[in-house]
């Protein structure tokens, strides 16, 4: 499932409320300048004084606080310096996922995926989106088959996917042989095989056998 994102300091939210206080100032002296001699303000809006991957790193602090729309906001912000922002719209895709807008997460893995191609991450996390929504499935393997082509771009967690979006296509025997190859890599020692792996194995591989 997508990585959780990481807490990081709040300095960067203090740097965005002192524009916002610079903003409301600059808004308050037009109108107190035109009360006194009559003619309409002229608003002056502040340019945004945070980078791309400033945004980014406010989207992420607002994802470890569990606030996935603040968070959503600022990756969108971050998009709009920077269109060509691969973690920006990876996070932005998460952050759908997580709020089970499962087409809006499938358009930002895939614009992701145009960014940088054949990211495992990326790819991954778009079959879970093709997995939760029961649409784009097949389009979903043949990416994700793509990618573990490469014997070095086959790591569990991507087996684990693979096992669950094959046995949602009613492939069965092709399901079981990336369980099986998991299972084997856990057994011979993986340092991937984290215990939360070992849990989604069991439980994936456990419903296959139930259908």
Known sequence: MPPAGSRLPGRRAVVSRRGRRWLLSALLL???MAAGCGRVPKVIVLEDPLSAEEHVALGVAYEGKGEPALAAREYERAL???????????????????????????EEYLKALDL?????????????A??????????????????????????????????VLLAELS?????????????????????????SVRKDLREHGNALRGR
């Open 171 to 195: 492939r069965p025997s092709e399901a079981r042989e990336a369980f099986a190859e998991a299972v084997r890599r856990c057994a011979d020692g993986d340092p991937a095989c984290t215990e």
């Open 80 to 106: 709009k310096k920077d269109g060509a922002s691969f973690r920006a719209r990876f996070n932005l895709g998460n952050v759908r996922l997580s709020e089970k807008r499962y087409g809006a997460a499938r």
């Open 130 to 163: 093709a997995i939760l929504s029961g649409r784009g499935r097949e389009e979903a393997l043949l990416l994700l088959q793509a990618v573990m082509s490469d014997p070095s771009k086959r790591p569990l967690p991507l087996l684990d996917t693979l096992g």
């Open 30 to 32: 037009a109108v107190a």
């Open 116 to 128: 940088r191609p054949g990211d495992p991450e990326a790819t991954n996390n778009l079959s879970w």
